[in-house]
């Protein structure tokens, strides 16, 4: 009987064991050690950023980030709609309250256009927002040239969620540095993986420090045990940054091979009427971390869902793009600009089985169980 395909799968290489081994052997299990610090050097290095910090999730990296932006209790934070909770949640664990902003079509990212109209809007009240965060949805850059200059013209800092971007790019740079801070994610389903674990990255080397104090439950440079803040357990162990080490390495193969998965879907389905693939933007490389496209049911014959529900019942997992958050009943009362957009995508749009380690077989039964639904509209 086949195996179960699954979305997007951690895909572990050859390198993995030695480092950890290593880990084991110098006896460094501890969220510090010299991986940690290696990976965050390498990680650094890789992505462009001067300074990044190895924390236990890209969760908690964007609370640091927002915390250290000044967000707080009474407050508004804009950010995208058309995204996973969590690029939500941390507003909410500081009291701070998301306005969300709909998404535009050439990269289902932030509306530029839209988060100007809010900014000029909220500065005619005199109420702008202490931040604004900008998600990179599906390994594809948002277009940040223009959302960066219209946060700048209202002096307000900009965070970027690179969680599902790690490895695509923005006019020659790397989403996530382009910010005052930026945020990725090492979960078990992203490109690579520490099984769990983030990294939080920024050109202010005082922020990083800051961030490192807090995620270390904010003790002082004291020889006893005193804190002067509150402070959390966020950081990174020298095991799993070992894993990520080795992962990093292999970074552009993984690329290159979702990139591959979603040009086969692209070829086999071309001749399907009523699919349409995730644009890739003119400004950079998207990483097709996960294929997405939308289904016209009129012309397919049959609606997302009916496409989705067939592919369970061959075993094979694929998800609804994500759900918007001004839709979805946590924060269903908060503002927001707009909205169409993200719902006709979330109506309409289906992630299909992308992980780097799908073979030419996995990727022939999605395929003609897509074909299949159509013909038996």
């Known amino acids: 009987m086949p195996q179960r395909i699954h979305l997007s799968s951690p895909h572990l290489g050859g390198l993995e064991r030695g480092y950890v081994d290593e880990a084991f052997a110098s006896n460094w299990i501890a969220p510090l050690g010299p991986h940690v610090d290696a990976f965050q050097e390498e990680f650094a290095r890789c992505v462009g950023a001067p300074h990044a910090l190895a924390l236990s999730s890209g969760t908690a990296a964007l609370h640091l980030a927002l915390q250290l932006a000044g967000v707080g209790p009474g407050d508004d934070v804009l950010v995208s709609t058309l995204t996973f909770s969590a690029s939500v949640n941390p507003i909410r664990y500081l009291g701070a309250s998301p306005v969300f902003i709909d998404s535009e079509r050439a990269s289902w990212n932030m509306d530029p256009a839209l988060l100007e109209e809010e900014l000029e809007a909220r500065a005619r009240s005199g109420k702008l927002p202490r931040a604004v ?30 969680a599902e971007a790690l490895g695509s790019t923005y006019k ?7 910010g ?18 983030g990294m939080l990255v920024s050109p202010d080397e005082a922020l990083i420090r800051h961030a490192l104090k807090l995620a270390t439950q904010a003790r002082d440079a004291a020889p ?13 162990s020298n095991v799993l940054a070992a894993i ?27 001749d399907v009427p009523g699919i349409t ?18 289904i016209d049911p009129v012309r397919f014959g049959a609606d997302r869902e009916a496409v989705r529900l067939a592919l369970e019942r061959e075993d094979i997992e694929a998800r609804p793009v994500w759900k918007p958050m001004h839709q979805q009943p946590v924060f269903s009362t908060f503002e927001r600009r707009g909205g169409h957009v993200a719902e006709e995508l979330f109506q ?23 074909k299949a639904v159509h013909q038996a509209r």
Request: with cysteine; proline share 5%.
């Open 180 to 197: 005052r801070a930026g945020i990725y994610s090492f979960n078990g389903n992203k490109i690579i993986t520490t099984s769990g674990g």
């Open 172 to 178: 020659g740079r790397v989403p996530g540095t382009l």
């Open 224 to 236: 006893h045990y005193q804190h002067s803040e509150v402070g959390y357990n966020y950081r990174l």
């Open 348 to 370: 309409h749009g289906l992630c299909l089985p992308s992980g780097s380690n799908l073979t030419p077989d996995d990727l022939a039964r999605v395929v003609e169980v897509v």
């Open 133 to 162: 965060v900008v998600v990179h949805l599906y390994g594809q850059s948002a277009d940040l040239d223009p959302i960066l200059a219209a946060c700048d013209r209202h002096g307000v800092p900009v965070i970027e969620d690179a």
């Open 244 to 270: 990520g080490r080795a992962q990093l390495r292999v970074l552009e193969e993984r690329v290159a091979a979702r990139r591959w998965n979603h040009a086969c879907y692209v070829r086999e389905l071309a």
């Open 277 to 294: 693939f995730m644009p890739e933007a003119p400004w950079g490389r998207h990483t097709r971390w996960l294929t997405t496209l939308t």
